[in-house]
C-alpha cells in the first residue's frame, strides 16, 4: 500500500478514534447527572499516564497504566475539571508539566477536542475510583483527589518502581517551584478566557477565586515571564 495512503487511513483513524472518546464524554456527562456511578473500594497512589482528551465542557479523560487491586491494567480516567485541577496541584513537578502542556493546548488554535500524549508518572496523590459501568474496569470516574505524604510515597517507591519505570518522591515544594506553580495557576485561567468562559468560571476552574490568590498569581505570572 502506497505511503500516503497509509498516512491517510492512520489520520482517519485517529480521527474516529477521538469523536468515539468525546461521544463517551458527552454519555459520561448525562450519566453524572443521573448520579449512576457505582461506588467501589479501589483507591489507586500511582498511575502512568499515556493520554489526556479535553475540550470546554467539564470532562477531561485520561487514559493510564496503573495497579488496581493485583493487577497492573491499562485504563481510562474520566475527571472533572474541578478535580483534574486538584490533581494537577498534588503532583509536584509531573503536576507542572500536565499543567503546562494543558496551558498550551488552550492558548493555541488547534481543532477540539485537544488531545495531549505524553507519558508521566504521577505518585504524590491518591485517587477514590467508581465504575461508570458495574465490573467494567475499561473506564472508572475519578472521585476524592487527596495528597500523600513524603512518608508514604516512601514506602509505596519498591512497588511503584517494579511498576513504572521513572518514579520519584515529590518533597517540599521551595519557594522559587511554589512561585512557579502559582504562576501556572494564572496561565491556566488565561487559557480558560480564551475559550469565553465568563470570569468566574475561569477563576473557579483554575483554583483562583480566592481574590488575593488571584493577584498573587498575577504578579507570580507577570515576574516569571
Do not use: W
Amino acid at each position: 500500500m502506497p505511503k500516503n495512503r497509509t498516512c491517510e487511513y492512520t489520520s482517519k483513524l485517529r480521527k474516529l478514534i477521538t469523536q468515539l472518546e468525546s461521544n463517551l464524554c458527552d454519555e459520561l456527562n448525562t450519566l453524572h447527572m443521573k448520579n449512576t456511578f457505582v461506588q467501589t473500594d479501589f483507591k489507586i497512589q500511582a498511575f502512568e499516564m499515556k493520554r489526556v482528551i479535553f475540550d470546554d465542557s467539564d470532562l477531561v479523560s485520561m487514559d493510564v497504566r496503573c495497579r488496581i487491586g493485583d493487577e497492573l491494567m491499562n485504563t481510562t480516567l474520566l475527571f472533572t475539571f474541578s478535580r483534574f485541577n486538584d490533581l494537577l496541584r498534588f503532583s509536584g513537578e509531573s503536576g507542572e508539566k500536565l499543567q503546562l502542556m494543558v496551558s498550551d493546548k488552550l492558548l493555541c488554535n488547534e481543532e477540539r477536542p485537544y488531545i495531549i500524549e505524553a507519558s508521566l508518572i504521577f505518585s504524590a496523590c491518591s485517587i477514590s475510583l467508581s465504575y461508570l459501568i458495574a465490573d467494567d474496569a475499561s473506564c472508572f470516574s475519578a472521585e476524592e483527589i487527596m495528597p500523600i505524604s513524603f512518608l508514604q510515597q516512601a514506602k509505596n517507591l519498591r512497588i511503584n518502581i517494579k511498576d513504572f519505570n521513572d518514579v520519584h518522591i515529590d518533597s517540599k515544594i521551595q519557594l522559587n517551584q511554589a512561585l512557579q506553580e502559582i504562576a501556572m495557576m494564572y496561565r491556566y485561567y488565561l487559557g480558560l478566557k480564551e475559550l469565553n468562559l465568563n470570569e468566574t468560571s475561569a477563576r473557579e476552574k483554575s483554583g483562583l477565586l480566592n481574590d488575593k490568590l488571584f493577584k498573587v498569581a498575577y504578579h507570580a505570572a507577570v515576574s516569571l515571564k
